[in-house]
């Protein structure tokens, strides 16, 4: 490790990226083939892959069609099923990494503990677990599900079994014959309950509020399409443009006409019923809210689990904990030998916004004690070359993430394009009123959404009851409204002229208090996205 440290030492970049799931390694491929080449990957782990090396718990799949839920840029022909599992998708991004040769440029084991703006030499001085460096610019791609929360419940430290958070499941724990716990019913529970119930002595599924979950349409992909896709790779072209498609076509109905999912709730309902014949048991499970506004979820296996005689379900969350004895809201208590959380990750407050200092010396999480905003989900004004991957108001309800990366990076890449005409020592940091403008536009088309007219509380909300996660319209919107960088909406900082060489700093220091030169380009409103948001997040 020392040795390490000692060679990244002094290290400057033009580009650092930060983190290596999706976000970051397509920003490492989108670099390269812009002829970037002076770039770095920071991850705090020891592989690639992001949420899907980090949540390998069983029966981890995603929701999301796999012949959509890969890059564009580096199609899968052999996926094994419609959605494929986690191992299967960590795997493919293992062959991204090795496919475009990323793995030069990625420091392992580097995770990012403060980047500072430093305001007379416009760069990023960043401090990581394996030494410092420097950066012109910096692409965070931490992702929304990177950082589990589990809430601070009393006496949890008096448990004596074991605990864990779904995304970092122990699996040197054998829960075979134990009585476990599953707290919270969201996408990672639907999935471990019938993959963990034919083990278990006991489960009991502690579940706050009822999901709606929808059937899975799945299947195994044939050889024969396999070789298909291989041999023509029109045929996966258009597979992947009919997925799209269809999931453009569903948007209006998450943001414009919630009345419209009444049919999709009959169906979900019947979903249910075939599955669950115990009316009390029907009851507890049925939600009280318009599908689509708590995230919809697939499983065919989700409902039979739960009428197996060995499951509970506790219509309450968890109240406290009194040594092995787990005492609901209502009342309820249940002996346990073990705990797992499936309680999600903190997507509204970010933990590596703390640790980002603008040019003002605030934090990033100091700037959004309001509520998260950036302009066009990517940059933050007083965070100059800041951008980033999966930003404010970027995530989707109805279809792949990748496709709003896709379009993040392709303004990132203009991003960069810009400062190269511009010339010299130069950033671009957002102007405030463009950045407020495009808030509030988002902010109004959300209000007829069904995510805040749907009548439930869901972890798109932040701790204000503000929306500030979802994009409230179809992806091809998005693109659109990230294909250029419009410099009317930034201001072009310029480093003052130096009349001797730049020092290399050792270490990532506190920002100088030179003021940087600015460009006096007056700001006009932003160009208003022109539709709506759609939806998915890994499991």
């Known amino acids: 490790m020392a040795e390490r440290i000692r060679e990244h030492r ?25 002829g970037v080449t002076d770039f770095t990957v920071l991850e705090r782990s020891d592989s690639v892959g992001g949420t899907w090396r980090d949540n390998s718990y069983p029966g981890c799949a995603c929701d999301v069609p796999s012949h959509l839920y890969s890059f564009s840029f580096a199609p899968n022909p052999d996926w094994p099923r419609n959605f494929s599992g986690q191992p299967h998708i960590r795997a493919y991004l293992e062959r991204v990494t090795d496919t475009f040769g990323l793995r030069p440029h990625i420091r392992f084991d580097s995770e990012v503990l403060s980047a500072r703006w430093n305001t007379e030499r416009l760069h990023w001085e960043i401090d990581t677990a394996s030494g410092p460096l420097t950066a012109d610019v910096v692409i965070s791609a931490t992702g929304p599900l990177s950082d589990p929360r589990i809430p601070d419940v009393p006496g949890l430290d008096t448990f004596p079994g074991k605990v864990f958070h779904s995304a970092r499941w122990d699996h040197d724990y054998d829960i075979r014959g134990k009585r476990v716990a599953m707290i919270g019913t969201g996408a990672s529970a639907i999935q471990i309950v019938p993959a963990i119930q034919p083990d278990v002595e006991r489960l009991t599924l502690f579940q706050r509020t009822p999901p709606w979950v929808m059937q899975r349409m799945d299947r195994r992909i044939s050889g024969f399409e396999r070789r298909l896709h291989s041999m023509l790779p029109v045929t996966a072209t258009l597979r992947r443009g009919l997925l799209w498609g269809v999931r453009e076509l569903q948007v209006q109905a998450f943001t414009k006409r919630p009345q419209q999912l009444g049919l999709v709730e009959k169906l979900a309902k019947a979903h249910m019923h075939k599955a669950i014949k115990d009316k009390d048991l029907r009851a507890k499970l049925t939600p009280d809210y ?39 809201a209502d009342g309820t208590e249940t002996e346990a030998d073990a705990i797992v959380f499936g309680t999600g990750f903190h997507v509204t407050d970010m933990p590596i916004a703390e640790r980002v200092t603008g040019a003002a010396g605030h934090t990033l999480a100091e700037e959004w004690k309001d509520g998260m905003a950036a302009l066009r989900g990517s940059s933050v004004p007083g965070f100059p070359n800041f951008l980033m991957i999966i930003g404010p108001n970027t995530g989707l309800g109805n279809s792949s993430m990748i496709l709003m990366i896709e379009s993040q990076l392709n303004y990132a890449m203009d991003h960069l394009r810009q400062l190269d005409v511009l010339g010299g020592t130069t950033a671009l940091d957002a102007r405030p009123e463009a950045t407020g403008a495009w808030t509030e536009t988002v902010r109004q088309r959300m209000k007829r959404t069904v995510w805040n007219t749907g009548g439930c509380t869901s972890w798109y909300l932040d701790a204000n009851g503000n929306n500030t996660t979802v994009w409230p319209g179809t992806t091809g919107e998005f693109r659109k409204a990230t294909r250029h960088v419009d410099l009317a909406e930034y201001e072009v900082l310029r480093a003052p002229a130096r009349t001797g060489p730049e020092p290399r700093p050792a270490a990532a220091t506190a920002p100088a208090t030179a003021p940087a030169t600015a460009a006096t380009t007056p700001s006009p409103a932003p160009t208003a996205p022109t539709t709506q948001p759609t939806g998915e997040t890994a499991a």
Not at 318 to 326: A, H, I, N, P, Q
Request: aromatic share 4%; net charge positive.
């Open 10 to 34: 002094h290290q400057h970049v033009r580009v650092a990226v930060i983190g290596s799931g999706f976000g970051g390694l397509g920003a490492a491929v989108r670099l390269r083939r812009a």
């Open 290 to 328: 318009r599908i689509g506004c708590k995230r919809i979820l697939l499983s065919n296996t989700y409902y039979p689990a739960l009428a197996r005689p060995n499951v509970d379900l506790v219509a309450s969350g968890l109240k406290e904990v009194r040594g092995s004895t787990l005492v609901a």
